[in-house]
């Protein structure tokens, strides 16, 4: 499990939550001021419905299986690979038949074809070509689903203002309603502060939901595309030097150059 997001997704809820407690204790409904159904169905509502407008039905369906993802983590760490194509640059020096065997042990899929295309035979600057436009390919596709979070989080906000304009038209019918003196619930002034409640409570859900939830996943998503594009963009280079068959010592330094300082693997 990813605890970054975790952690930072209870640490805000918690401190809004406190926020929310602490000016709550002065309004005669206590928490219960700021939750309101019809606030949350305009804003949620608006939003869902509106991105499955704005985009394609499987990118929407989706959203479950990259919600997870930024959950779940990625162990992944690219001094592992690194180790595993200084390891095959030492196999691919033997023979391209040793290669072939070691394929088979090979977890990484992007990188396990790249070391096929060497055991077919294909020429260096094709199996770069190749595995460069999957990249880029496959960049396209994350960065359209990562996209789906970032425009909720756009969507968002605006459905708030919607509800703050629903909440402002009903502020104004009740201000133009003669009162009838008593004071109750159905008092022009009654009404005015709940409409006007409403509207506020509508704003503050859309600007929650967007900057706690949407567009941090939405960054999230990003971050990870960019770390994948780091890996697959080493192997490709790692692929390449099997290619020519360069020295497992070489092979390592070179690739050393993708991972920070304190990744870099100098063992032989």
Request: hydrophobic share 50%; glycine share 10%.
């Amino acid at each position: 499990m990813d605890f970054a997001t975790i952690i930072g997704l209870l640490f805000g809820s918690g401190l809004i939550g406190y926020a929310v407690f602490g000016v709550s204790q002065v309004l005669p409904n206590g928490v219960m001021t700021f939750v309101d159904l019809q606030s949350l169905m305009i804003v949620l509502g608006g939003t869902i419905a509106a991105t499955a407008m704005a985009f394609p039905v499987k990118e929407v369906l989706s959203l479950y299986t990259n919600l997870w993802a930024v959950f779940k983590g990625d162990t992944h760490q690219d001094s592992d690979t690194l180790r595993e194509l200084v390891e095959l640059a030492g196999v691919a020096r033997k023979g391209t038949a040793d290669l072939e065997k070691a394929t088979d042990g090979i977890n990484d899929w992007f990188m396990k074809d790249g070391v096929q295309m060497i055991v077919d035979g294909l020429p260096e600057e094709d199996i770069r070509n190749i595995m460069e436009t999957r990249v880029v390919n496959r960049e396209l596709r994350e960065d359209a689903e990562a996209n789906v979070f970032k425009t909720m989080g756009v969507f968002s906000p605006a459905f708030g203002m919607v509800g703050t304009l629903v909440g402002l038209v009903a502020m104004l019918f009740a201000m133009g309603a003669p009162s009838d003196g008593a004071g109750g619930n159905d008092d022009p002034a009654a009404k005015l502060g709940q409409s006007m409640g409403i509207a506020l409570i509508t704003t503050f859900y859309g600007a929650l939901f967007a900057n706690l939830f949407f567009l941090p996943v939405a960054a999230k998503l990003r971050s990870r595309i960019d770390k994948r594009n780091i890996t697959q963009n080493m192997i490709i280079d790692g692929v390449v030097m099997l290619k020519v068959k360069k020295h497992p010592i070489l092979v390592r330094e070179f690739l050393n150059s993708y991972l920070a300082p304190r990744d870099r693997v100098y063992e032989d």
